[in-house]
């Protein structure tokens, strides 16, 4: 079993649209989430960082961790085609040592 | 403030070639890795470094070297490249804990390389 689960996709909204994306887990010493945006022929740029479970909004952007469920998300308000990209979820439990899922591949219609 | 840059962009090599791939950062971070990416598999550590002069295996590690002579660079080795190396290439860097961004990641803008 991996670590981290990300479902590939791809996801297809129009404009305007709210997503979700997830991630599960299955180590539960994991404290540290974050949520990467990569563009196509990119390196992956930190989009969202999260400390233990709650919830984070940034703009159109809200990251929520549930600790108890090992289930972490992504949403994206109003989406715009600028947000079509792959989205990386990653974790840590400390030491610097970071485990990433997969991707998302999200696609924003105009 | 570049970040993490990497060089080169894109190479192409035919199968036994050398060359190595050279990753700085500006951000006076302890910590540097080195990734490869592939469809489908996500991102797979290959080497990382957790200070100046130290090195150690990731996921990945076989095929490869690394070494950190200088705390802002991270080199990545091939000695006899192969077909299966065929990937693109990540360097990242964080900072221990204890700064505002601890335990997360920032990454360059990648190396293709194909391998013929």
């Known amino acids: 079993q991996k670590e981290v689960e990300q479902d590939p996709g791809p996801l297809s909204v129009p404009e305007g649209a709210i997503v979700s994306l997830n991630c599960t887990y299955s180590n539960s010493a994991f404290q540290y989430f974050m949520w990467y945006r990569q563009y196509s022929r990119k390196g992956p740029e930190l989009l969202m960082y999260t400390y233990s479970s709650g919830n984070k909004e940034d703009g159109r952007f809200t990251a929520q961790v549930d600790k108890s469920s090992k289930y972490i998300s992504l949403f994206i308000r109003d989406s715009q085609p600028s947000d079509s990209a792959t989205y990386l979820c990653a974790m840590s439990a400390g030491f610097n040592k970071f485990y990433f899922g997969s991707g998302t591949k999200l696609n924003v219609k105009p | 403030n570049a970040g993490v840059t990497q060089t080169p962009k894109f190479r192409v090599l035919k199968t036994g070639q050398s060359m190595t791939l050279l990753c700085a950062q500006d951000?006076?971070?302890?910590?540097m890795y080195w990734y490869r990416q592939d469809p489908g598999m996500g991102l797979r550590l290959i080497h990382y470094?957790?200070?100046?002069?130290?090195?150690a295996k990731g996921e990945v590690p076989d095929g490869y070297n690394v070494s950190r002579l200088k705390k802002q660079n991270f080199l990545l080795g091939l000695e006899s490249a192969a077909p299966s190396q065929t990937s693109v290439y990540f360097c990242?860097?964080?900072?221990?804990?204890?700064?505002?961004?601890?335990?997360?990641?920032?990454f360059g803008p990648g190396t293709r390389l194909l391998v013929l």
């Open positions: 951000m006076n971070h302890e910590y």
């Open positions: 470094s957790v200070g100046e002069g130290t090195t």
């Open positions: 990242a860097s964080s900072s221990p804990t204890g700064t505002k961004y601890q335990e997360t990641q920032y």
